[in-house]
């Protein structure tokens, strides 16, 4: 039909108008169209990362048996699981941000053995991460233990955290370990589920970041399991020093306890009472009134009652005159009190003292 494209079919090729499709490719006028879209390379930065594997053991791998399984890291993946000897596949759900979990319930068909391998993949986008479970699936069957004998056992040379301050959810334990390189080294934690992964990432140093999650039980002596393998070769050690850092000692502040900074003498001046004025006064007027005659007589008699009431008030004074001792005591909350103390009872600058109901003792 005029104005119409006619196709004619030539060995699967198809050709429009004179132009012709070779392999899925057009060209126009003889150009090749230029690709919509190119393929992106993977970012290894953004790659996911397994960094734990768990398994809950079972006493008998019998149908109808549960296997929980744990996949621990990076969030917003999808993981799955292949066990060896199992008729299917398992689909974890991430049910925390970066921890995936499903149980699997064993089948009559299947055939899973204590030390059938587990591979979990994690993946996201078009990446994929991969791990093999270092446990076996029942209790007390395929241990994996070190031959403490074997001289090819790889070796751990130091094993390392940088305590943290609190054990709460979302705190940091930095682990390290050193030892042989090439190989993979795990490690567990009392009180957290599951086996968790310190990449290589000089040679022969393996390190990575705990992070401690809300439903973990973790103490400052939790004992901490590291294992290194090389091969079918394993070598395990024990942390030796505590996940959390000693808490500063607490400080207890006796509020009446202090140091006596200063020790001043004090002398007080007594006053003369009414008596020691009357009988001054009597005194010198009986001597006034032997001086002169006439209106002198009595000037003289006048004057002797006032000088002799003045004497007689100073003297009664000097004789009351007193000395106490007072000290001035810095307290430990930092104020100060000052004590009044009738003579000196041997107290010098420096002592420490208590001071209960205003008596001071010494303390030891």
């Keep these: 039909m005029a104005g119409e494209a006619s196709a004619q079919q030539y060995n699967g090729q198809q050709q429009y108008n004179g132009q012709q499709q070779y392999s899925g490719q057009q060209q126009y006028n003889g150009q090749q169209p230029t690709p919509q879209y190119t393929q992106r390379r993977a970012n290894p930065s953004n790659a996911p990362r397994i960094e734990g594997f768990n398994v809950n053991e079972v006493a008998r791998l019998v149908p109808g048996e549960e296997l929980d399984f744990s996949v621990f890291g990076t969030p917003g993946g999808t993981a799955t699981l292949r066990i060896a000897g199992a008729r299917r596949n398992l689909n974890l759900v991430e049910v925390e941000p970066g921890q995936y979990e499903g149980t699997y319930t064993i089948g009559s068909q299947d055939k899973i053995v204590a030390r059938s391998a587990v591979t979990a993949n994690l993946r996201i986008g078009n990446q994929v991460a991969s791990a ?88 400052t002596n939790s004992v901490v399991t590291a294992n290194l393998r090389v091969g079918d070769r394993v070598t395990t050690t024990t942390l030796q020093k505590p996940l959390m850092l000693a ?74 005159k007193s000395q106490h001792v007072e000290m001035v005591v810095r307290l430990q909350n930092g104020g100060t009190q000052t004590i009044s103390l009738p003579s000196d009872q041997g107290f010098h600058t420096g002592d420490r003292v208590r001071i209960n109901d205003g008596v001071m003792t010494r303390e030891m």
């Excluded at 959810?169 to 589920?193: M, W």
């Excluded at 900074?261 to 007080?268: C, L, P, W, Y």
């Excluded at 006439?294 to 008699?301: D, Q």
Aim: glycine share 18%.
């Design 132 to 219: 093999v479970l270092s446990e076996s699936l029942q209790v007390g069957v395929g241990a994996h233990t070190p031959d403490p004998a074997n001289a090819n056992n790889p070796k751990i040379s130091r094993f390392d955290v940088r305590p943290t301050n609190d054990l709460v959810g979302g705190n940091v334990l930095p682990f390290t370990l050193f030892g042989t390189p090439g190989g993979k080294a795990e490690i567990t934690i009392a009180g957290s589920r599951g086996v968790f992964f310190l990449p290589e990432v000089r040679s022969g140093e393996y390190a990575a970041n705990y992070t401690i999650k809300r439903s973990d039980r973790i103490a």
């Design 247 to 320: 808490a500063a000692p607490v400080q207890r502040i006796c509020s009446n306890c202090g140091t006596i900074e200063a020790v001043n003498v004090v002398e007080t001046q007594g006053d003369g009472n009414y008596l020691g004025t009357i009988g001054g006064g009597v005194v010198g007027g009986l001597l006034g009134n032997q001086v002169g005659g006439g209106n002198g007589k009595t000037v003289a008699t006048l004057a002797g009652v006032v000088g002799g009431a003045l004497a007689g008030r100073a003297i009664e004074g000097n004789v009351k």
